[in-house]
């Protein structure tokens, strides 16, 4: 078997998929519009920034930066100067980032900086050894923090790249999502994650703690169809259960009984899922009187928004 971080197209799709079954293009939309204002922007003093007035911003495997726009475009709002410092590793990302730049509109001027490359290379290149204290206003690392190193010593650089008043988010899986769960339930699994240092959620709010370094949680549960994972055939399917996993072509290079235990596992799941209590399903899927019949087997994913200021 092959870890999944190994084949980056692979990984992509599989991620594209996911976050298609989750709706989470409208979903983080509504989020960004609703949620962020009140959860971080009104929460910056009005001179927050540079003594020139730029308001600077990192953002931490941005991807292909449809999500981290809708979070700068509000940050526009109140800060008409912003520089910003996108780090990805996939150059396809970075370029669908820029070509989805010069589309946009702010309220303000945003001057963006890139660098292609892991958060690694950057802090090697970029911060450690320099004067990195105070340097960023605004920090988010959505779904990108799973490949650090080491989760004390990133974390613990991150709050230190805060400027005083500055605000670090943080967005992960729950440990307990059952995608999740098949890194501590299944040990021929861990191995691709742990040759890649994987970090928990846990892990980062672990680090937290033993710093003493405060924050505040925001939950996301959702539901989503994952029926076609059992479909042999299925090739977003085969994708999805490659993503959950963590290996390139589960099916076809995992052993037989893996495969079997592993299926048998996700059903479990989806059939614990199946006889929630009503009230609770309804908190979960947030999708309650639309009327619709649920059919198939459902899976479910728990995201979690941790957000630290640094005062």
């Given at each position: 078997?092959?870890?999944?971080?190994?084949d980056?197209?692979?990984?992509?799709?599989?991620?594209?998929?996911?976050?298609?079954?989750?709706?989470?293009?409208?979903?983080?939309?509504?989020?960004?519009?609703?949620?962020?204002?009140?959860?971080?922007?009104q929460?910056?003093?009005?001179?927050?920034?540079?003594?020139?007035?730029?308001?600077?911003?990192?953002?931490?495997?941005?991807?292909?930066?449809?999500?981290?726009?809708h979070?700068?475009?509000?940050?526009?709002?109140?800060?008409?100067?912003?520089?910003?410092?996108?780090?990805?590793p996939?150059?396809?990302?970075?370029?669908?980032?820029?070509?989805?730049?010069?589309?946009?509109?702010?309220?303000?001027?945003?001057?963006?900086?890139w660098?292609?490359g892991?958060?690694?290379e950057?802090?090697?290149k970029?911060?450690?050894?320099?004067?990195?204290?105070?340097?960023?206003?605004?920090?988010?690392a959505?779904?990108?923090?799973?490949?650090?190193?080491?989760?004390?010593?990133?974390?613990?650089?991150?709050?230190?790249s805060?400027?005083?008043?500055?605000?670090?988010?943080?967005?992960?899986?729950?440990?307990?999502?059952?995608?999740?769960?098949?890194?501590?339930?299944?040990?021929?699994?861990?191995?691709?994650?742990?040759?890649?240092?994987?970090?928990?959620?846990?892990?980062?709010?672990g680090a937290?703690?033993?710093?003493?370094?405060?924050?505040?949680?925001?939950?996301?549960?959702?539901?989503?169809?994952?029926?076609?994972?059992?479909?042999?055939t299925?090739?977003?399917?085969?994708?999805?259960?490659?993503?959950?996993?963590?290996?390139?072509?589960?099916?076809?290079?995992?052993?037989?009984?893996?495969?079997?235990?592993?299926?048998?596992?996700?059903?479990?799941?989806?059939?614990?899922?199946?006889?929630?209590?009503?009230?609770?399903?309804?908190?979960?899927?947030?999708?309650?009187?639309?009327?619709?019949?649920?059919?198939?087997?459902?899976?479910?994913?728990?995201?979690?928004?941790?957000?630290?200021?640094?005062?």
């Open positions: 078997m092959e870890t999944l971080s190994l980056q197209d692979r990984y992509n799709e599989g991620y594209a998929i996911l976050l298609e079954k989750l709706e989470r293009r409208p979903r983080f939309r509504k989020w960004a519009h609703e949620v962020f204002p009140v959860a971080i922007v929460k910056f003093a009005s001179d927050q920034g540079d003594d020139d007035g730029t308001f600077r911003t990192l953002g931490i495997g941005s991807g292909n930066g449809e999500f981290e726009l979070l700068l475009k509000q940050l526009s709002t109140r800060f008409p100067r912003i520089n910003h410092v996108v780090i990805e996939s150059e396809e990302y970075i370029q669908a980032y820029q070509t989805e730049v010069a589309s946009s509109s702010f309220q303000g001027s945003i001057h963006f900086e660098h292609e892991t958060f690694q950057y802090k090697q970029k911060l450690e050894g320099t004067s990195s204290d105070g340097r960023f206003d605004f920090i988010n959505i779904h990108s923090l799973y490949y650090a190193e080491n989760a004390r010593e990133t974390v613990e650089l991150l709050y230190r805060l400027a005083p008043g500055g605000i670090l988010m943080i967005e992960m899986s729950d440990d307990k999502t059952s995608g999740q769960r098949l890194f501590e339930d299944f040990p021929e699994l861990q191995q691709m994650f742990t040759l890649n240092k994987w970090v928990t959620f846990s892990d980062v709010t937290l703690c033993n710093m003493s370094i405060p924050f505040s949680r925001l939950t996301n549960p959702m539901i989503f169809d994952m029926t076609e994972v059992f479909d042999e299925s090739r977003e399917g085969n994708l999805l259960l490659d993503f959950f996993t963590h290996v390139s072509n589960f099916r076809k290079t995992a052993d037989d009984g893996l495969v079997q235990r592993v299926l048998k596992f996700l059903k479990m799941k989806a059939e614990e899922l199946a006889v929630m209590p009503l009230e609770q399903a309804s908190l979960t899927t947030g999708n309650v009187g639309d009327g619709k019949e649920s059919t198939g087997l459902k899976f479910k994913k728990i995201w979690e928004t941790l957000i630290i200021e640094k005062r």
